[in-house]
Nanobody, 124 residues
Framework: QVQLVESGGGLVQAGGSLKLSCAASGRTFSMYGMAWFRQAPGKEREFVTGITWNSGRTLYADSVKGRFTISRDNAKNTVYLEMNSLKPDDTAVYYC?????????????????WGQGTQVTVSS
């Protein structure tokens, strides 16, 4: 069993930055692929970015390429999402997710574990 806890959300003005963290419990974190998803009110949960177990591959949604960066520190059991040049359209609850296969997918159904989410609000 893996527990994921997100932090770092908040209110920021357009053009600003935030850095989200997702802390994982368990000794097998380093084997998991990790991803960030987001869900805005009235919309489906959408893939933002993901990273393989060894950071060998990352994947980004087109809407965040060049603005968001995913990274992980396996020694700290933590994955990060650095968000720059934020836009009002980035407003959503951000979730981290873990895939026991160690790879990265864009479909939510491919992830076995989820955090509770952290709210990010970008004001115009």
């Amino acid at each position: 069993q893996v527990q994921l806890v997100e932090s770092g959300g908040g209110l920021v003005q357009a053009g600003g930055s935030l850095k989200l963290s997702c802390a994982a419990s368990g000794r097998t974190f380093s084997m998991y692929g990790m991803a960030w998803f987001r869900q805005a009110p009235g919309k489906e949960r959408e893939f933002v970015t993901g990273i393989t177990w060894n950071s060998g591959r990352t994947l980004y949604a087109d809407s965040v390429k060049g603005r968001f960066t995913i990274s992980r520190d396996n020694a700290k059991n933590t994955v990060y999402l650095e968000m720059n040049s934020l836009k009002p359209d980035d407003t959503a609850v951000y979730y981290c997710a873990a895939d026991i296969a160690g790879t990265v997918f864009a479909a939510p159904n491919d992830y076995e574990y989820w955090g509770q989410g952290t709210q990010v609000t970008v004001s115009s």
